[in-house]
Every structure is written in C-alpha cells, then in structure tokens.
C-alpha cells in the first residue's frame, strides 16, 4: 500500500510563495507519475502539475511561468514551487501518483491567498 503525505501549505498574501512537499511510503520502486490537483471550493478537482519517472512534466495553463514541479526519485518525493500565487490560487492541494493505472491520493493541504 501506497501513502502520500503532504506538507507545506498555509496562508500567503497575493504575490508570495509556497512549496509543497509530498513523500510517499509503503513501494520500493519509483512512482510512474506523481504530481498535484488542487479543488476550490465549489469547483471540480483539476489539475495543477506532474512530472513522470523519466522527467517529462505537465503544467495546467493557468500556473505557468508561476509554478515549478520537480521530484526526487530515490526518495519518491515530489515538490511544487509555487511563486507569483494569486487569490485564484486558494484551495486545497492534493499529491497525487499514479503507477501504470494505479492512482494514490494525499490528504491535501490547505492553499490561502489572501488579496
């Protein structure tokens, strides 16, 4: 069984930074896919970034430029540098990994931008 753990959010004003870490336990071997969502309130869970075991990332439109996803594979860590970040911003961040159809949910942590 896989477990992820997330860390790192908390309250920021609009135009400040966060990062968010993410460690999974339970496997030996390297994820396939790790990465965030994020749900707003009222809103559907999308997604914000990944970044597979080779390198290859993914960005949603609306936080390029302003977030960086990087991993450590040895350690099944996965990090989000969240720069820039705007009131639209705010909710709540959910680590997700997924190995070859196998999907593993975080906790979330919570994500505030205050204006």
């Known amino acids: 069984q896989v477990q992820l753990v997330e860390s790192g959010g908390g309250l920021v004003q609009a135009g400040g930074s966060l990062r968010l870490s993410c460690v999974a336990s339970g496997r030996l071997f390297s994820i396939n896919v790790m990465g965030w969502y994020r749900q707003a309130p009222g809103k559907e869970r999308e997604l914000v970034a990944t970044?597979?075991?080779?390198?290859?990332?993914n960005y949603a439109d609306s936080v390029k430029s302003r977030f960086t996803i990087t991993r450590d594979g040895a350690k099944n860590t996965v990090y989000l540098q969240m720069n820039s970040l705007k009131p639209e911003d705010t909710a709540v961040y959910y680590c997700y990994g997924n190995h070859w159809g196998t999907r593993y949910w975080g906790q979330g942590t919570q994500v505030t931008v205050s204006s």
């Open positions: 970044i597979t075991s080779n390198g290859r990332i």
